[in-house]
């Protein structure tokens, strides 16, 4: 029964390029409230929000280059969200009840260079969420609940430079999650569940300068590993 946003609210503002949209406590917003202000390059949408948004909520913002969802109340966001936004770069989503993402969710969005979705309740996310993004240089999920990291999870990102998996609740990374990625320098893991690194890891990652596991329940090290 959450109060809906009136869905000509921004009408009249079609030149505005920056938006930060505080939602209210249960808010609903219509899926055509940004019908008019297409020249959006940034969006924040932040506070308490609705439990998830429509799915089109975000279409015809081909300009958009910047998103940040900060919702506490958060549970869903649908396969499609994202469709459509060629041009964004740098996606933020943290402090939500989310628990996982379709696997489609940023198939419409390759231009994206940051994500950044830490301070969330994932608890896993599946195996090839990220693949295609071509562009991705940076890429946090740190405190979170992840159990698992899957083969070729962060495989095939020619540009990632760094991954932030730390504070999560982690026991085991496949050997080859970074297949493909060979430009990564910067591989956190600290404050997981981690007893082993896996035989092989990293053998390929010749750009490779940090890998960060203080926190963990190390015992030994495969020999085959970094």
Same mark, same amino acid.
């Given at each position: 029964?959450?109060?809906?946003?009136?869905?000509? /609210?921004?009408?009249?503002?079609?030149?505005?390029?920056?938006?930060?949209?505080? #939602?209210?406590?249960?808010?609903?917003?219509?899926?055509?409230?940004?019908?008019?202000?297409?020249?959006?390059?940034? #969006?924040?949408?932040? +506070?308490?929000?609705?439990? +998830?948004?429509?799915?089109? /909520?975000? +279409?015809?913002?081909?300009?958009?280059?910047? #998103?940040?969802?900060?919702?506490?109340?958060?549970?869903?966001?649908?396969?499609?969200?994202?469709?459509? /936004?060629?041009?964004?770069?740098?996606?933020?989503?943290?402090?939500?009840?989310?628990?996982?993402?379709?696997?489609?969710?940023?198939?419409?969005?390759?231009?994206?260079?940051?994500?950044?979705?830490?301070?969330?309740?994932?608890?896993?996310?599946?195996?090839?969420?990220?693949?295609?993004?071509?562009?991705?240089?940076?890429?946090? #999920?740190?405190?979170?609940?992840?159990?698992?990291?899957?083969?070729?999870?962060?495989?095939?990102?020619?540009?990632?430079?760094?991954?932030?998996?730390?504070?999560?609740?982690?026991?085991?990374?496949?050997?080859?999650?970074?297949?493909?990625?060979?430009?990564?320098?910067?591989?956190?893991?600290?404050?997981?569940?981690?007893?082993?690194?896996?035989?092989?890891?990293?053998?390929?990652?010749?750009?490779?300068?940090?890998?960060? /596991?203080?926190?963990?329940?190390?015992?030994?090290?495969? +020999?085959?590993?970094?």
């Amino acid at each position: 029964h959450g109060r809906a946003v009136p869905s000509g /609210l921004f009408d009249p503002l079609t030149s505005l390029k920056t938006l930060y949209h505080a #939602l209210g406590e249960e808010s609903a917003l219509p899926e055509q409230i940004f019908e008019k202000v297409k020249g959006l390059t940034s #969006l924040t949408l932040a +506070t308490s929000c609705p439990n +998830t948004f429509p799915e089109f /909520l975000l +279409t015809g913002l081909s300009h958009l280059q910047k #998103l940040d969802l900060q919702c506490r109340n958060l549970q869903t966001l649908p396969a499609g969200f994202l469709s459509g /936004l060629g041009s964004l770069t740098d996606f933020t989503l943290r402090h939500s009840q989310l628990r996982t993402l379709p696997e489609e969710f940023f198939r419409g969005a390759t231009s994206l260079r940051s994500i950044l979705m830490n301070q969330n309740q994932f608890s896993s996310l599946p195996d090839r969420i990220f693949s295609g993004l071509q562009s991705l240089v940076v890429i946090n #999920l740190s405190f979170n609940k992840i159990l698992i990291l899957p083969s070729r999870f962060l495989a095939d990102m020619p540009n990632l430079r760094s991954v932030e998996i730390d504070h999560n609740k982690t026991v085991a990374f496949a050997h080859d999650i970074l297949a493909g990625s060979n430009q990564v320098f910067s591989f956190r893991m600290q404050n997981n569940e981690l007893t082993t690194v896996p035989d092989g890891f990293g053998q390929n990652a010749s750009s490779l300068r940090g890998i960060y /596991l203080e926190g963990n329940k190390i015992v030994e090290f495969s +020999t085959g590993a970094a």
